[in-house]
């Protein structure tokens, strides 16, 4: 029975602040025990009454369809996304209250009043339909950090356009395979994005893109950068001609709970990306109900999410969750190193973030940089961290909590993905007690089980197969364009459930453990093993930033461990300091999981969302070259650095 076997020892345990869980919305254990119950045996009643808190044209009646893989959840009610995130705000009497914060890379600052955004969405709405846009086409929108790009998002949310935002750092070909899948009548976009001071030039990309998609009317193109572009005549629009005399009053149409909201391809680590649809009503409710009891919002919160809205973290907890809530969101256009490695550090201390919500990519990079540059800023406003995206190494979280939190700010872990729309398994910070590396407890009306291969329960700490085997509110209803990939890709290893393709266990606590991808599970002498505790090992060496951990074809043992790592700024590589770090994992784990070759490396191949791709190294490691999909590799530069350099 192929299970994966834990390796972990971490039993550290954070009580959530006394004062933090005083003002906290759930605030004991019991209170969580209680509300969780009810989502799970009342799911109609729990969330038919969240969604009561929103506005609806007509309420919904029926709250949960549920025939596997198909969910539709408030299927008779209608609404409107983006009148709830704005103009229900502004109807009860807080258009005065700052919604959006922007700062600019090159350092500019504007700010949006919740009447003022409400306001540029109506106009930019009026906007689109006179260019032609209608309901239910699908517009790409191919921005930076800007403002203008939630502005399109929420547009098209109000006028029943389907958006798909592809990330701006990805370049023509994936732009053209993104917009044909989606069948994308318009492309928003802009001359360039700043990007560590350089241009990055999006409408050149969509120039090339667009050689090959005959069905695209239109695109609109907003100046940022004033680099030199081309227009098409008939097709080019200028931003600032489409709102031309245009209306700043739209009337929100009421549009059906099931009505596609977005489509977003997946950062995937392998193969071809996939159109993951999500519809209006049930994302509205779990971006609005995970926003409120995850990141427990305050009035006075400044609220910092640093993810591209190019990814669902930035549709679910830039826009559309932190509007829905009333917050003050923070965003910012550019690299956490420009101009200096203390830019984030500086806009906290700048703007008073209150919240702050990045990912271990980024924290293992500033824990590389060192810790002077956090501690020139003053970082005492901020209240409560997360991390999303990846298994959190045990040590980057200590990090993370003492140097950045201050040993005073919670940190919630959120598991979650693409497809499930919203958090699904964190702490909440006011009742969950922390431990460095779990993600905790599972969310109102999630039921997270670990299966072994034949379907049966794992047991306590039994790595295993994480599903879910509830509907929830917001995951996703289909693959745009293909039900039978969405009934392949999640519902046909454990039918009628829902598989998310992490491995996981849960400890004596309940508490949920994510071991990384089930792809990315090596075996060595007959243990099954996930990336993640290994990994973890290694960057627990003072020495170590980063380490991706993969197996290489062995006579002996099947698979031999191969670890990828970088050092910290300033430690010298040796071939010593191999012999130490493969001998650390040895000692810490176990002899049968001491890396047969350590090779260090200035880098690790990443995606563009800065997950790391195990797959290409496991080439590079079994001394193949890396082949099938590197489209979604965010710097090419990486592998060449990679060959050859072995022992
Ligand atoms: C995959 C989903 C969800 C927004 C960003 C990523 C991994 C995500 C955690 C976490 C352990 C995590 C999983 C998951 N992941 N958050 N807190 N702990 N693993 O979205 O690109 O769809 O990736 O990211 O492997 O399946 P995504």
Redesign the pocket.
């Known amino acids: 029975m192929s299970t994966i076997k834990s390796v972990s020892k971490e039993s550290r345990i954070f009580e959530p602040p006394a004062a933090f869980a005083q003002q906290a919305r759930v605030s004991t254990r019991e209170q969580y025990d209680a509300l969780y119950r009810r989502s799970i045996d009342d799911p109609e009643g729990f969330w038919g009454d969240l969604a009561s808190e929103l506005h609806w044209f007509s309420k919904p009646t029926k709250i949960r369809q549920w025939d596997p893989p198909f969910a539709k959840w408030f299927e008779d009610g209608t609404t409107n996304l983006a009148y709830n995130c704005l103009d229900r705000h502004v109807a009860e009497g807080r258009g005065d209250r700052v919604a959006l914060v922007w700062e600019g890379e090159p350092g500019e600052t504007l700010t949006f009043t919740y009447a003022e955004l409400s306001r540029q969405v109506q106009r930019f709405a009026n906007g689109l339909l006179r260019a032609g846009v209608v309901e239910g086409d699908r517009v790409v929108i191919y921005m930076g950090m800007v403002p203008e790009a939630a502005i399109a998002m929420l547009a098209c949310a109000r006028i029943g356009a389907v958006h798909s935002v592809i990330f701006g750092g990805f370049a023509a070909d994936a732009v053209r395979d993104r917009v044909l899948d989606a069948g994308a009548t318009t492309i928003l976009t802009q001359d360039g994005a700043w990007r560590r001071g350089k241009v990055v030039a999006l409408k050149a990309q969509v120039d090339k893109a667009l050689e090959q998609c005959p069905d695209v009317a239109r695109t609109i193109v907003l100046r940022r950068t004033g680099n030199e572009i081309t227009m098409k005549e008939g097709r080019d629009h200028e931003w600032t001609a489409v709102l031309e005399g245009v209306s700043d009053e739209h009337q929100a149409p009421a549009l059906p709970a099931e009505h596609p909201l977005f489509i977003l391809y ?2 995937g680590t392998t193969g071809k990306p996939k159109g993951v649809l999500h519809t209006t009503g049930g994302y509205m409710v779990g971006t609005y109900v995970t926003t409120k009891y995850v990141f427990d919002l305050r009035d006075d919160d400044v609220y910092w999410c640093t993810a591209d809205v190019g ?3 930035g549709h679910s907890y830039i826009a559309y969750g932190p509007l829905t809530n009333g917050a003050t969101v923070l965003m910012y256009e550019g690299a956490p190193n420009h101009p200096g490695l203390d830019r984030f550090w500086e806009i906290i201390a700048k703007h008073q973030v209150t919240i702050f919500y990045t990912a271990p990519t980024a924290i293992r990079a500033f824990i590389k940089w060192g810790d002077e540059h956090p501690s020139k800023h003053d970082l005492s406003s901020l209240r409560l961290l997360g ?6 190494n045990p040590e980057a979280w200590m990090w993370y909590r003492r140097v950045i939190g201050g040993d005073r700010c919670p940190i919630i ?7 499930t729309g919203a958090i699904m398994m964190t702490p909440l910070p006011g009742a969950i007690p922390a431990k460095p590396g779990s ?1 905790t407890l599972p969310f109102f009306g999630v039921s997270p089980k670990i299966l072994r291969e034949d379907g049966s329960e794992a047991e306590t700490n039994e790595g295993g197969y994480l599903v879910i085997d509830q509907p929830w509110p917001s995951m996703l209803r289909t693959v745009w364009g293909n039900d039978e990939r969405f009934r392949q890709g999640y519902f046909s290893r454990f039918p009628g459930k829902y598989f ?3 491995g996981a266990r849960r400890d004596e606590h309940g508490y949920f453990w ?1 071991m ?2 089930v792809d990315d599970v090596v075996n060595v002498s007959g243990h099954r093993l996930g990336t993640a505790e290994l990994e973890s090992a290694l960057v627990a060496h003072p020495t170590v930033a980063e380490a991706a951990v993969v197996a290489r074809p062995d006579e002996l043992t099947g698979q031999a461990l191969v670890a990828f790592v970088t050092l910290k700024g300033g430690v010298t590589p040796s071939g010593e300091l191999k012999k130490e770090l493969a001998d650390h994992v040895g000692n810490e784990i176990g002899k049968f999981a001491r890396p047969a070759s350590v090779r260090f490396a200035d880098a690790v191949p990443k995606t563009r ?1 800065g997950k790391i791709m195990r797959r290409l190294l496991a080439e590079l490691a079994a001394g193949k070259e890396p082949a099938g999909d590197v489209t979604t590799l965010e710097d090419i530069s990486v592998l060449a650095a990679l060959r050859g350099d072995d022992e």
Not at 387 to 392: A, C, D, N, R, S
Not at 413 to 419: M, Y
């Open positions: 997946t950062s990814w669902i973290t991390t999303v995206g990846e298994p959190i872990d959120t598991w979650w993905q693409t497809e993600c998310t393709g992490d994510v990384g991808r969302s």
